[in-house]
């Protein structure tokens, strides 16, 4: 195929060459068409019989064969000149993109849980070495009236303590009700009551005794902010050193907490005892005596 195609080359070539070194020669082809006439003409000087009008057809004919006969040539020849054609060419053509699924039909995907949102409530936070503030205790049953005040810190097998968390600052205090008790209790009230000094409000609270035994509430209450545990039915305390805590903010700068207090209730074998007092710092000495 290739040696083939080679040789029509070769050839286109060659034809091309020879047509543009061709030149028509006019004035020699009229010639010899003027010769051919005189030949016909009778010897002795006598003209053809033939009459002139026949004489210039002739000359026409001739003239036209020739023309003809160029018009051929060069027709030949623009043929074998001319390229081969072109070869076919295919296109391809990529297939239609496949649409992807529609972002709406996605199941949005689960919100992550953020801290004070649903879990196990907003109504007491876990201790820790430093404060942390969380949302604002919700009531979970109808507050309890408030406790008569009691000013002793010792009654019966119960003992108490009441101080503010040196982790307390300018913005945020904790209140702390230490108690012991010798005995196991079958009931318990403890409630701590925080003087509204300006600006205090909730800030959670926690207990050393598994929240699930307590009926816990925080409310605004005669000028007071009061947290209150309440020990649930059949629930029982078991003997030892435990701590009820309360946090709150306040306005900025040192709160004086000399009006707080607490009180704690507890009851075994149908025995009551009342413990209670204040927030305010005490010497060594006077604790121990």
Not at 82 to 101: F, T
Request: hydrophobic residues 35%; charged residues 25%; glycine residues 12%.
């Amino acid at each position: 195929m290739t040696m083939q195609r080679d040789g029509h080359g070769e050839l286109r070539a060659r034809l091309h060459e020879a047509a543009g070194a061709y030149e028509p020669n006019r004035e020699r082809i009229l010639a010899r068409i003027e010769r051919g006439m005189v030949q016909q003409e009778r010897p002795g000087g006598h003209r053809a019989t033939r009459p002139a009008l026949w004489g210039w057809a002739r000359i026409v004919s001739a003239t036209a064969a020739v023309a003809g006969m160029l018009a051929v040539g060069g027709y030949a020849v623009a043929s074998a000149v001319k390229d081969d054609p072109p070869q076919r060419q295919s296109v391809a053509v990529s297939p239609p993109p496949v649409e992807s699924p529609d972002a709406t039909s996605r199941p949005p995907a689960s919100p992550e849980p953020t801290p004070g949102q649903g879990g196990g409530g907003q109504d007491e936070a876990e201790p820790s070495a430093s404060p942390t503030k969380s949302a604002q205790a919700a009531p979970s049953a109808p507050a309890p009236d408030l406790l008569p005040a009691v000013d002793d810190t010792e009654d019966g097998p119960l003992w108490s303590d009441g101080s503010v968390d040196p982790h307390s600052n300018d913005f945020w205090a904790q209140s702390n009700v230490t108690f012991k008790t010798s005995e196991q209790l079958t009931a318990l009230t403890v409630q701590l009551k925080v003087a509204q000094t300006g600006g205090v409000s909730s800030a959670g609270a926690w207990r050393s005794l598994p929240e699930g035994d307590f009926t816990f509430t925080a409310e605004e209450r005669d000028g007071f902010l009061v947290y209150t545990w309440v020990l649930k039915e059949g629930r029982t305390v078991p003997k030892g050193e435990w701590v009820f805590a309360g946090q709150y903010d306040h306005d900025r700068g040192g709160r004086d907490a000399k009006d707080d207090s607490y009180v704690v209730v507890g009851g075994s074998d149908g025995r009551e005892s009342s413990v209670g007092g204040d927030f305010a710092a005490r010497d060594d000495d006077e604790g121990d005596s």
